[in-house]
């Protein structure tokens, strides 16, 4: 295992695990909705941020300082990223949530893959699967999505149920 692949991974788990991590810990101390995060204005931003932190650490050894720099700066944007979907906005759709995932991961890959292309497979492949978790918070989300408007379906099924056919009054 090269130096590099662990550089790349860690970058990925940063991305997909610590800075999800560090959102959900603070949710306590935090007053996280007061951070601006519309997903639509997030999104993009991570992404070129994302791309180019990624592919300048690719490609060029920077010294300490700029290199904690950009981890930090790395981090703090990630944890800006996991925002709309950790802290989503009041009415924000569960929809919404699931197309910012399953539209992310992807995207954020793009950067490997450009590294892979210039050569760096080990340290491309490396964070493609340290950005693997992301996927699975897709999933998770999705999930349970899809179970709440179930159990809403049902609720609203065993209402029209126990007023004979017809909603009941107020409903």
Known sequence: MTEEMVHMGAMGLLTSVVAPGIVMAGRRFVPWRRVPAQPVLVLPLFLALHAAITIAMGVAEFAVPADLALHGLLL??????WLPV???RPG????????YLFLAGPSLDLAAVYLIIRGNEPGGLAMIVGMLPLGIAAVAVTWRWMAREDRLARQRETGLSLAGGRPEAGK
């Open 76 to 81: 703090v944007a990630a944890m800006w990223f």
């Open 92 to 99: 924000a759709p569960d929809a919404a949530r699931t197309v």
């Open 86 to 88: 950790l802290q989503p």
